[in-house]
């Protein structure tokens, strides 16, 4: 049976879960993202999740250690 | 629909009478659809409204109705060029915080949603110090300051008190990390961001929106929205909360622009609030999200609610009895330093008055 877009995050969600920083979606794209904190996991996450899951593209996106912005 | 020309000669003539006079008006105007000339009050009083006859000579103007406007003092709203300076009143895209941390951004005025009363909204992390459930870090009712004590050098600059804020949670998602400060005086709010102008209101985001912010660091800057559904492990200084519904755009702020308002570049309308990010990204929580954790709204200017104000605050008795009491406290000190001079002070009187 189909899924839909927001079901197919939350299920890569649990697969990347202490590997990605977090995961989203482009609805216009109709790809999952998945955000990685450190370029070190990223292959490591490919290789679990490849490129496409359950009909929708992923996307990976390298952002580095996500933090508050203000000054402590 | 009223002669113009008549309006505009009618209403010359009690201006240079209404403003010269007294303290009472603050302006004059006219009303075209309806033939009015309007008078401005800076008090708005029976006696104020009778004054003004009087110096017509009349309860009209050239045949005019008079219609009486209370607009309280009218004070030059222009926002302040730079982030981090002290100024009053405050534009959203200043630097503000909690004594806690070294500096945020106050994203501009909110109102609350049912009483309407005026307040600035930032972070939890920018005005109650990354407050959760377990470790709360601040208490309503604590002094925030404008400009943060990082730019202040530590000098403490406070303009109003934490309100309300949403916990954030160590074990769950998050939905928001927002809270609210109440101005000393609603006086002391502009709805203005630095460089963007009054916002709009607010709209649901949208991916593909341009957005524009004005923060403490990086002033303004623009970028488009990827997502508006990513959770992500967010790091508050060690600690590590999850965040979702969370909007995602490119690179646009730096450390010190939590609390910004993102403003949808075409229309001015605030759709996120600026709370994370990283080399790479930065993160807004919905704004619609934000709005009913903390029961507040986001107005457009034709439907503000007024800030009327009798007295500025220096013409204020609160201003007036505490310089009073720093007078006293200033002859205090030359008394206490010159007790010869205290001596003779109290003789004298003494003599006086036995």
């Not at chain 2, 009303?31 to 708005?44: E, H």
């Not at chain 2, 209370?70 to 030059?76: L, Q, T």
């Not at chain 2, 990283?278 to 709005?291: A, D, L, P």
């Amino acid at each position: 049976m189909a899924i839909d877009i927001l079901e197919a995050r939350q299920q890569i969600e649990s697969l990347v879960s202490g590997l990605s920083s977090g995961v989203g979606v482009s609805m216009g794209s109709n790809e999952i993202i998945i955000y990685i904190s450190d370029s070190n996991k990223e292959q490591d996450i490919r290789n679990r999740i490849g490129d496409n899951y359950q009909g929708f593209g992923i996307k990976y996106i390298v952002s580095g250690k996500v933090q508050g912005l203000s000054f402590q | 629909m009223a002669d113009i020309t008549e309006l505009l000669s009618a209403k010359q003539k009690i201006t240079d009478l209404l403003l010269s006079n007294t303290g009472s008006y603050a302006g004059t105007g006219i009303s075209v659809s309806d033939d009015f000339v309007n008078v401005y009050l800076r008090d708005n009083t029976e006696q104020a409204k009778k004054k003004a006859y009087d110096l017509i000579g009349s309860n009209k103007a050239d045949g005019h109705e008079i219609q009486f406007i209370s607009s309280g003092n009218i004070r030059a709203l222009a926002c302040p060029t730079s982030y981090t300076a002290y100024n009053r009143p405050i534009c959203g895209g200043i630097s503000c915080g909690h004594q806690k941390i070294g500096a945020g951004t106050l994203g501009g005025l909110v109102y609350d949603a049912t009483s309407k009363k005026p307040f600035g909204l930032s972070n939890n992390h920018v005005l109650a110090a990354s407050s959760t459930y377990d470790k709360p870090q601040a208490i309503v009712g604590d002094p925030i300051f404008s400009p943060g004590l990082l730019d202040s050098l530590g000098i403490q600059y406070p303009f109003g008190k934490l309100y309300k804020y949403v916990p954030m949670n160590s074990t769950t998602n998050n939905f928001v990390d927002c809270a609210l400060v109440e101005p000393d005086s609603a006086f002391d709010l502009n709805p203005e961001i630095i460089g963007l102008g009054i916002p709009q209101g607010w709209e649901y985001s949208q991916e593909g929106t341009r957005i524009i912010k004005s923060g403490r660091t990086s002033g303004i800057t623009e970028g488009t929205i990827i997502d508006k559904f990513a959770s992500l492990e967010i790091d508050y200084g060690g600690n590590i909360i999850r965040m979702t519904d969370t909007i995602v755009t490119g690179k646009t702020a730096d450390p010190g622009d939590s609390g910004s308002f993102a403003l949808n570049k075409v229309n001015n309308k605030v759709v996120g609030l600026l709370f994370a990010g990283s080399s790479e990204i930065t993160c807004y929580n919905r704004i619609e999200n934000v709005m009913n954790a903390l029961d507040i709204l986001i107005l457009p200017t034709d439907t503000m609610p007024s800030v009327q104000y009798t007295t500025s605050p220096i013409d204020s008795p609160e201003y007036f009895v505490q310089s009073l009491a720093m007078t006293a406290i200033g002859i205090g000190a030359v008394v206490g330093i010159l007790p010869a001079i205290n001596e003779q002070i109290q003789l004298a009187l003494h003599r006086k008055f036995s």
